[in-house]
C-alpha cells in the first residue's frame, strides 16, 4: 500500500466509521477497487485507522470520559454485552459472511429499514435527548440491536440508531449513544486484533501507517461534529436511499 492508498482509505474510514454507511462495506469495496491485497500488513493498518476513529471520540466526547460519568458507562457496558458475547462466539462464522454480495444486498436492507422507520418516527416530549438520561433497559435493546451488525454491510452505527430510535431517543441522541457505544465495541476488536496480528507490524510501512492515522483521526473528528449538525435540520431518510442506490450499484458491477 502507497501513501496515495493510504490516504483514501483513511478517509473512507473516517468519513464512514460513525455514519449509518458500513464502514467495513465502503472499506471492502474501496480496498477491491484500489486493488490492495487483504494479507497481513492490511489488516495491520486497518487497525492503526481504526484506533485513531476511536481516539476522534474521545476528544469529542472528553467530558464523558470522566469517573463521575460512570453510570453512562455501566448502561454502554450494558449495551455492549450481546454484540460482545456473540461475537466471541460466532467469530469464525461472521467471518465467513465477508462478501461484496453480502455487503451489497445489506445495504439495500439496511436502507429499506431506516426509509420504515423514518416513516414511522415520530419524536415525543418524554424522548430522550441526553445520553445520560437513557434506561438500563433501553440501552440493553440498543446492545441487541447492534448484533445485526456483525453481518457485514449492515452498519454498526446504523444498527444502534434504528435500535435507539426504536426504544424512544431523539435522533441526536441516537447518534450520540451510537458514538460513544463505538468506544467499547472498537476497542475490543482493535485490542484483539492487535494481540492476533502484533508480528505484522514489524513487517510494515511506519510512514504509510502514520499518514492513515492522522488522515483517518481528522476525517473521523470532522464527521462526527457535522453529523450531528445535519441531525438538527434533517433526517435519516438521506442514508437509507443513499444505502439502497449504493447497494443496487453495487449489484450491477459484481454480479
Not at 478517509?11 to 455514519?19: I, K, P, S, Y
Not at 416530549?125 to 446492545?143: C, R
Amino acid at each position: 500500500m502507497d501513501i496515495a492508498q493510504s490516504i483514501i482509505m483513511s478517509v473512507v474510514e473516517g468519513f464512514t466509521e460513525f455514519l449509518p454507511v458500513s464502514s467495513t462495506g465502503h472499506m471492502i469495496i474501496m480496498a477491491d477497487f484500489l486493488g490492495i491485497k487483504q494479507d497481513s500488513v492490511t489488516k495491520a493498518y486497518e487497525i492503526i485507522i481504526q484506533f485513531a476513529a476511536i481516539l476522534a471520540v474521545v476528544l469529542n466526547y472528553k467530558d464523558k470520559f470522566s469517573p463521575k460519568k460512570i453510570d453512562l458507562w455501566i448502561k454502554l457496558a450494558v449495551a455492549f454485552f450481546p454484540i460482545g458475547a456473540v461475537g466471541f462466539l460466532l467469530a469464525k462464522q461472521v467471518k465467513a459472511l465477508f462478501s461484496v454480495e453480502i455487503v451489497a444486498v445489506m445495504f439495500i436492507i439496511g436502507g429499506i429499514v431506516f426509509l420504515i422507520v423514518e416513516k414511522l418516527y415520530q419524536p415525543k416530549e418524554h424522548f430522550v435527548d441526553d445520553v445520560e438520561a437513557v434506561s438500563y433497559k433501553q440501552a440493553l435493546w440498543i446492545g441487541i440491536a447492534q448484533i445485526f451488525a456483525l453481518i457485514p454491510g449492515t452498519s454498526r452505527a446504523g444498527a444502534t440508531i434504528v435500535g435507539a430510535m426504536m426504544v424512544g431517543l431523539t435522533r441526536k441522541a441516537s447518534a450520540e449513544f451510537s458514538f460513544l457505544l463505538a468506544f467499547p465495541v472498537m476497542c475490543a476488536t482493535t485490542g484483539y486484533d492487535i494481540v492476533k496480528h502484533h508480528n505484522e507490524f514489524s513487517d510494515t510501512n511506519w510512514l504509510v501507517l502514520g499518514v492513515g492515522f492522522v488522515v483517518s483521526f481528522i476525517v473521523a473528528y470532522l464527521t462526527i461534529k457535522l453529523f450531528l449538525k445535519f441531525l438538527e435540520k434533517f433526517t435519516f431518510v438521506t442514508f437509507g436511499i443513499y444505502r439502497i442506490v449504493f447497494g443496487i450499484v453495487l449489484l450491477m458491477i459484481y454480479f
